[in-house]
C-alpha cells in the first residue's frame, strides 16, 4: 500500500469541501525561494509585522494543516515565509533570575522578543526581582515617529499585546480596579495605572481586541480620577467603537476598538476532549458573531489606518489570543479555528508585503502547549478527541497535562519562527526569543 500511494501523484479532493489534497509523494512548493528570501533580507524596514500565535507549537500548527488542507497541504499563512529557525523560550524565576523557569507563560515571553530582556512568570516588560522597567521596539519605534498598532482577540490588556506599551509587576494589573497585586502601580499610589490606563496613555496609534470591561473601569487617582479607562480615551483624541460597523467606519487614528467585554468570540466549534474520547467529530464553522470583526479584518483595517497615519514607517503586533485558550480548554475544533482564523490574518499581511517591498513579517509563538496528535486507538490516560479531517482522515489529538475541566498546561518545547524581509535571515538556525527583539530593533534601526 505505501508503495502505491508513493508513486501515486493525483490530487484529489475531500468530503466535497473542495480542499485540495496535496501531491502523496509529499508537497513540493516552488513558491518557497529560500535564496532569493535572502538576497532580500538585508537594510532597515519600512514597515515591521509581527504575528504571534499563542500558545502555537509546532503541535498546534501541525493539527490545524493537518485538519484544514491535509497532512500533505502547506498553511497558507504559517507556512509561506521562507526563512525560518527555531527558538528557546525559558524565563527566569522570580526568587532567584539568575535559575531558568522551563515553561513560560505568555508575559515572560512576551517580554522577552519585546525588550530582549528575559523575566519572570507573569510579569509585563519589568525585570525579574528588581522590578525595573524595561524599554520595548514598539516604544522606540514609536519614539522614532512610526505609526504603531496593537491587535489581538484577547482583551488587549492581556499579557501578549500589554508587554508592547505598559509596565507592570503583574499582569492580572489589567483596569484600574484589578490592582490588588501592584499596588505601587495604581494611579492614586502616583504610578502609572493599569494595562488599560497605560495602553491609551502611550498613545497607540491602533488598538484593537477585547476587553472592554477593563475600560469600563473607574480610574482611582490622576487627571482622569473618577473617570473610565474610555473616557480617558476619547479625552485623549482616541475614536473608541465597538462593534465591526464601527470600525469600518473610522478613517482614521488613533482609535481603540473593543468588541466584547472579555476575549473576542471564537470562530468555531465542536465537542471537548474527553475521556473515554469524543468524536468522530467534523468540526462546526462560521460561529463568529458579525458584529465582532475577524482577526484578518482587524489587521487589514489597522494597516490602513496605520498607513494613513505614516505612509512611510508602521509597527504592527498581531496576535491570535485564542489558540492558547481554546487548548487549556482542551478543546480542539475552537483551537483550530482560531489557529486558522490567525493563519488567515497572516495571509493579509503578506499581501500587504507582496505590494510593499521593505516589510519585515515574523511569525512565531510564545509557547508551546498540550496537545499531541496520537495514533488513533491509543490507550490515552488524558482528554481525547477524533477529527474527521477535510481529506476524510481521523486525526486523534489528545491533551494529557490536566483532569477534564481543569486548565491544561503550557509546554516548554521550542518554537518555530518563519520570517520574510529586512532582517528576517537572522531568524534561522536556533535561537532565543530575546534575540528577536534584536532583529526587530535592527529592521527599526535603533541598533
Ligand atoms: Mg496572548
Ligand atoms: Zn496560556
Not at 501592584?182 to 491609551?200: D, F, H, L, M, N
Not at 480617558?232 to 464601527?246: I, M, N, P, R, W
Not at 520570517?419 to 541598533?447: C, F, K, M, S, W
Request: aromatic share 4%; glycine share 12%; hydrophobic share 35%.
Amino acid at each position: 500500500l505505501a508503495l502505491s500511494i508513493a508513486l501515486g501523484a493525483a490530487v484529489t479532493t475531500a468530503g466535497g469541501v473542495g480542499v485540495a489534497v496535496a501531491n502523496q509523494s509529499g508537497s513540493h512548493d516552488r513558491t518557497r525561494d529560500v535564496a532569493r528570501a535572502v538576497q532580500g533580507a538585508k537594510g532597515k524596514a519600512k514597515y515591521v509585522i509581527f504575528l504571534l500565535g499563542d500558545g502555537m507549537g509546532q503541535s498546534e500548527i501541525t493539527i490545524a494543516r493537518n485538519y484544514q488542507y491535509g497532512a500533505g497541504g502547506r498553511l497558507p499563512g504559517i507556512d509561506t515565509p521562507p526563512l525560518t529557525g527555531d527558538i528557546t523560550t525559558y524565563a527566569l524565576q522570580e526568587a532567584d533570575p539568575s535559575k531558568p523557569e522551563y515553561v513560560t507563560d505568555s508575559a515572560a515571553s512576551g517580554t522577552g522578543w519585546a525588550t530582549g530582556h528575559k523575566t519572570s512568570n507573569g510579569r509585563i516588560s519589568t525585570t525579574a526581582g528588581t522590578d525595573l522597567i524595561l524599554p520595548t521596539v514598539f516604544e522606540q519605534a514609536a519614539k522614532k515617529g512610526w505609526a504603531t498598532g496593537n491587535v489581538s482577540t484577547a482583551e488587549i490588556t492581556d499579557a501578549t499585546p500589554a508587554v508592547l506599551a505598559s509596565h507592570v509587576n503583574a499582569r492580572g494589573c489589567q483596569g484600574p480596579t484589578d490592582m490588588t497585586a501592584c499596588p505601587k502601580y495604581k494611579k492614586s499610589a502616583g504610578g502609572p495605572g493599569s494595562i488599560a490606563e497605560q495602553e491609551v496613555d502611550h498613545l497607540s496609534d491602533v488598538i484593537l481586541g477585547g476587553g472592554k470591561g477593563r475600560f469600563d473601569q473607574v480610574i482611582d487617582g490622576g487627571p482622569y480620577a473618577g473617570k473610565t479607562v474610555v473616557d480617558q480615551a476619547e479625552a485623549l483624541g482616541y475614536s473608541v467603537v465597538t462593534d465591526a460597523a464601527g470600525l469600518d467606519a473610522v478613517k482614521k487614528g488613533p482609535v481603540l476598538g473593543l468588541f466584547n467585554k472579555g476575549n473576542m468570540s471564537l470562530e468555531w466549534k465542536g465537542l471537548p476532549a474527553d475521556k473515554p474520547v469524543t468524536g468522530p467529530q467534523v468540526c462546526q464553522e462560521n460561529q463568529r458573531p458579525a458584529n465582532e470583526p475577524s482577526l484578518a479584518a482587524m489587521t487589514q483595517k489597522a494597516i490602513d489606518l496605520l498607513l494613513a497615519k505614516n505612509a512611510k514607517h508602521f509597527y504592527l503586533q498581531v496576535e491570535g489570543a485564542s489558540i492558547d485558550k481554546q487548548d487549556h480548554a482542551a478543546a480542539p475544533c475552537e483551537q483550530i479555528g482560531e489557529t486558522i482564523a490567525f493563519d488567515n490574518a497572516i495571509q493579509v499581511a503578506l499581501a500587504f508585503a507582496k505590494t510593499h517591498p521593505g516589510t519585515l513579517i515574523i511569525v512565531t509563538a510564545d509557547h508551546s502547549h498540550s496537545s499531541q496528535i496520537v495514533e488513533p486507538g491509543s490507550d490515552i490516560q488524558g482528554l481525547g478527541s477524533i477529527l474527521t479531517t477535510k481529506e476524510g482522515a481521523p486525526m486523534e489529538v489528545s491533551y494529557g497535562t490536566a483532569p477534564k475541566g481543569g486548565s491544561q498546561s503550557h509546554t516548554g518545547a521550542q518554537l518555530r519562527v518563519a520570517a520574510q524581509g529586512p532582517q528576517a535571515a537572522n531568524v534561522v538556525g536556533l535561537n532565543d526569543q530575546t534575540e528577536l527583539y534584536h532583529t526587530l530593533a535592527r529592521a527599526i534601526g535603533v541598533e
